[in-house]
């Protein structure tokens, strides 16, 4: 396990929780709804070739949770003041997941002067007329489960996790920030889609094959909307990438920015 | 004590069996289980069955408003309201109540209070709620949002039905540049409102606030609760420094009533359970979703899964209620005309309660026992309560 570094840095008035490891470009990674629970395999393969930062959320995790924000754009104009404060001078290679795909697409938009690249995984953000998107707020722990993880153990593993009273506590916040966020319009913004031509910075769209929150055709569509990208479908994969297929993730973000450098 | 006469309006000809293939009877319950013509035939009996309260001597009738469900088909109460304000001459009209967050525009609510206050000449009850948690669901409205949007639209509301108009409001959720209600309300300075709950903290602070003194009634809620609840508002009122009158304490609860004990249980069981066990089915996931409630009452439900291993309250999981086991609780009171009054009034000691409101039909209950039901109820259980 290598030296990750747990700290809180205050933007805007926010104290926020800060997860920093690894060696090379700076990396920003922008969690989804669950927020991030601990360093896991993920980052551990990520943090081999990149310098990863992984924030919570305002909401989310052990950040502060400021009244102001109130909507994605004001966490995106968050994030801009966020990068003004902190972006090394060359920029910050941004991943996000889920509906920090969506936020990194929101900032990419307002402004990219700190964006050097763009990884949209699993991505929220955008509606596929007439493909409807699985409505995770109304399944259950199993259905859940079945809608986002592919693989039969690790759906199994996320069923029998008993969370500890601490745990509890930030899966009910990530839950409540989740809804002010993409509860209505339901985990899109009908504003973004107008304006992605904004996105100029090297963008990649990585999607799992059996995703039952935001089906592939999600993926075709955000890759067709940034003319330029790169899309990578990972197979025998849900929702989440970064869980169900760590290394071969970590790769695809290896292998994109190592392009981006040459 | 006043008593009011109320339905829930439920969809009684729905076929139960086939509707256990869907995970609920609100929201998902496919709206091809209506029958226009079963439906219209609804509508016809439970305004005449609502409309009898007044030669029988209650003080009032109300509805209530839930959307995309079989469990009441009064989305729109102010319309049932309105039929029965033609109806009747004497009697109150409660609205109980209209969900304030769901709407985008709060003085429409307030406007068609209003009209029906002008119409019925001073007569109606307005209730404020937030709507259930399935209807967050329905509505697409941010549940995060509910409280805040039911506070500020109760602000503009009240001052809409106070404040000389044209006014300007200048809201987090409302944002209006003129405000100016035609018609006026009718009572002064405004209709009763009414909070129905089941009963949280935070609802019995702000509707006992000496600047409201709202009456609050408990809903659906087993006897130790209602006394629990009701308690809490009165104490509330003593820790602002009143005491609260009696008409600020209500309860509403199913009641079935026959000459024996076994003949109302046998006449009241299927319909009693199927409103409990078939038409009031909702997962956790659709009553409670993320910021309707408090944080804590969600962990209590994340850490309740964790106790008993389950992922979920989907079909097939829950046990039902059987009318015993609700008997017991006190939730529904069914048996002769005097051991429901017994109950009644024993409730009545401990919290000095002065608003009963009856659920004469509830579930299944056809026209013809609900008819006998708020018949003898009316003639041997009300005039004791109202003499009270």
């Given amino acids: 396990m290598m030296n990750v570094e747990n700290r809180f840095c205050q933007v805007s008035g926010v104290k926020v929780h800060l997860r920093q490891g690894g060696q090379g470009r700076p990396l920003l990674f922008l969690h989804g709804a669950g927020g991030v629970m601990g360093w896991s395999p993920f980052f551990e393969h990520l943090a081999k070739g990149a310098q990863v930062w992984a924030p919570d959320h305002p909401g989310f995790g052990r950040s502060d949770d400021p009244g102001w924000i109130k909507h994605m754009p004001d966490l995106a104009m968050f994030y801009l003041d966020f990068l003004d404060q902190l972006a090394p001078e060359h920029g910050v290679d941004v991943v996000g997941h889920s509906i920090g795909g969506w936020l990194a697409a929101e900032i990419a938009v307002r402004n990219s002067r700190h964006v050097r690249s763009l990884t949209l995984m699993s991505s929220a953000g955008l509606r596929v007329p007439g493909t409807p998107m699985g409505d995770i707020f109304i399944w259950n722990d199993e259905e859940t489960a079945r809608h986002l993880v592919f693989d039969p153990a690790m759906r199994a593993a996320r069923l029998a996790a008993q969370p500890s009273d601490e745990e509890a506590d930030v899966l009910v916040r990530n839950k409540f920030s989740f809804a002010k966020l993409a509860w209505h319009p339901r985990l899109f913004n009908p504003d973004l889609q107008k304006w992605l031509h904004r ?8 999607w799992g094959d059996h995703d039952g929150l935001f089906p592939l055709a999600y993926a075709h569509h955000w890759h067709q909307q940034l003319p330029g990208s790169s899309l990578n479908i990972v ?28 | 004590m006043k008593i009011l006469n109320f339905t829930l309006m439920p969809y009684r000809p729905m076929d139960i069996a086939a509707s256990k293939q869907h995970r609920s009877a609100w929201v998902v319950l496919p709206n091809t289980f209506y029958d226009p013509e079963l439906g219209a035939h609804e509508y016809e ?23 995309q469900t079989a469990y009441g088909l009064m989305p729109a109460p102010n319309l049932i309201a309105s039929a029965l304000i033609q109806r009747t001459k004497r009697i109150r009209i409660a609205i109980l109540g209209r969900a304030l967050p769901l709407v985008g525009n709060p003085i429409h609510i307030a406007e068609e209070f209003a009209m029906l206050d002008n ?8 209730g404020f709620v937030r709507g259930i948690g399935a209807e967050y669901h329905s509505t697409a409205v941010n549940p995060f949002y509910s409280h805040e949007r039911f506070h500020e639209a109760h602000d503009l509301i009240v001052k809409a039905w106070t404040t000389p108009g044209p006014f300007p409001w200048e809201g987090e959720h409302y944002n209006l540049n003129y405000v100016n209600l035609w018609p006026r309300v009718y009572q002064q300075p405004h209709p009763p409102v009414w909070v129905p709950s089941q009963g949280s903290i935070e609802t019995i602070e702000w509707a006992a606030d000496p600047s409201r003194r709202y009456p609050f009634l408990v809903t659906f809620s087993a006897r130790e609760a209602v006394v629990r609840n009701l308690t809490a508002y009165r104490d ?17 609860a199913p009641v079935y009533v026959a000459d024996t004990e076994e003949k109302a249980q046998n006449e009241a069981r299927v319909a009693i359970e199927a409103l409990f066990n078939d038409f009031l089915t909702l997962p956790p996931e659709m009553l409670l979703p993320p910021g309707y409630t408090s944080a804590q009452s969600l962990k209590k439900i994340i850490a309740t899964k964790k106790a008993i291993g389950r992922g979920g309250f989907g079909p097939g999981n829950a046990s039902r209620q059987t009318l015993e086991r609700l008997m017991e609780l ?21 919290t000095q309660l002065g608003n009963f409101v009856a659920m004469l039909q509830f579930g299944t209950l056809n026209n013809e026992l609900t008819r006998r039901n708020q018949a003898m109820f009316a003639s041997e259980v009300m005039p004791h309560l109202q003499a009270l």
Avoid at chain 2, 236 to 252: I, K, N, S, T
């Fill in chain 1, 199 to 206: 996105i100029q910075m090297p963008t990649q769209v990585i």
């Fill in chain 1, 235 to 262: 197979p025998d994969c849900g929702h989440s990438p970064i869980n169900e297929k760590p290394a071969e993730t970590a790769a695809l973000i290896h292998a994109f920015i190592a392009r981006d450098a040459a």
């Fill in chain 2, 45 to 67: 009996s439970y305004i005449d069955l609502l409309a009898e309260s007044e030669t029988l001597g209650f003080d009032g009738v109300c509805v209530n408003e839930h959307h």
């Fill in chain 2, 119 to 126: 119409m019925s000449r001073g007569r109606i009850i307005a």
């Fill in chain 2, 236 to 252: 509330q009122c003593r820790q602002f420094g009143y005491e609260a009158d009696p008409g600020q304490l209500g309860w509403a």
């Fill in chain 2, 330 to 350: 006190g939730t529904v009171l069914v048996g002769t005309p005097k051991t429901v009054l017994a109950q009644i009034e024993k409730v009545r000691e401990q």
